[in-house]
């Protein structure tokens, strides 16, 4: 019996495309698809109970061996929208940030523009389940993902990530990508990369199988606009920028 690859992907609206495209592609008899947030996912990926996965970024560095083997990725060139920093006052009365459990990356970038672009001395607080309504006066926190997109209409104050980080480096940035703990036959890894490359040419498909209540934003902007899927060698580079200042794990 041929071995199924275990494949973990992130299941926020964002991963839609390509997750239509492993879905509908000749794929499905070689893999197992295992979805949850991206830390679980990246602590799966760390323990080896999957071979590869849709992973944050910051992941990389804990792994005891990392192949990123895709040419896609959950990048961004400008504002991404599901990845902010939330507050009802401005950045400069910010005093408090709670860190969404969900995501290391997400996580570290805060740390990193905090200190070096907004120049911020904060006190960092762990988000447990429910933190979002904790968000209140001078106490701001990560959201990322469906939930980020949904809290939009609450906040008077929302700071994109990737566009700050756009704005402090000049490069891209790159979110997540395909990282696989063992190097991939070449053979899967191409019917792979086609698999998500027909998701991604079928956007409003993916936009039409989404619930109307899931559809907090308008989708397209954000499938064409907001997220940028391509792995490509500006994007690397900024990867290679931020793994750079990456100082500890979260």
């Known amino acids: 019996m041929e071995r199924k690859w275990r494949i973990g992907a992130v299941s926020y609206l964002n991963t839609r495309p ?3 495209g492993l879905e509908q592609s000749g794929l499905m008899p070689q893999i197992e698809l295992v ?3 991206p830390a679980k996912i990246a ?3 760390m323990e080896g109970t999957i071979d590869m996965g849709l992973v944050p970024v910051a992941v990389i560095p804990l792994l005891k061996e990392a192949h990123l083997v895709s040419n896609y990725c959950i990048g961004a060139l400008g504002d991404v929208a599901s990845v902010c920093i939330f507050s009802k006052v401005p950045m400069e009365e910010i005093e408090k940030v709670y860190l969404d459990y969900q995501s290391r990356t997400s ?3 805060a740390r990193i523009l905090l200190k ?3 120049k911020k001395e904060v006190e960092f607080l762990k988000a447990e389940e429910g933190y979002i309504q904790q968000i209140e006066g001078s106490t701001a926190g990560v959201i990322i993902g469906d939930r980020a997109l949904a809290s939009r209409p609450h906040f008077d104050y929302i700071y994109d990530l990737a566009s700050a980080w756009i704005a402090h480096t000049g490069h891209p940035f790159v979110f997540a990508t395909w990282i696989a703990n063992k190097p991939m036959p070449a053979d899967f890894m191409e019917a792979f990369d086609k698999a998500n490359a027909y998701g991604l040419q079928r956007i409003e498909e993916v936009i039409a199988g989404i619930p109307s209540a899931e559809q907090v934003v ?3 902007k954000y499938y064409t606009e907001n997220i940028s899927y391509d792995f490509d060698a ?3 580079r900024g990867l290679d920028l931020f793994l750079s200042l990456l100082d500890k794990p979260v």
């Open 18 to 20: 390509l997750l239509l």
């Open 35 to 37: 979805k949850a947030y």
């Open 43 to 45: 602590q799966d990926l």
């Open 107 to 109: 996580v570290q970038l």
């Open 116 to 118: 070096q672009f907004w």
């Open 218 to 220: 308008d989708l397209h």
């Open 234 to 236: 500006a994007k690397k």
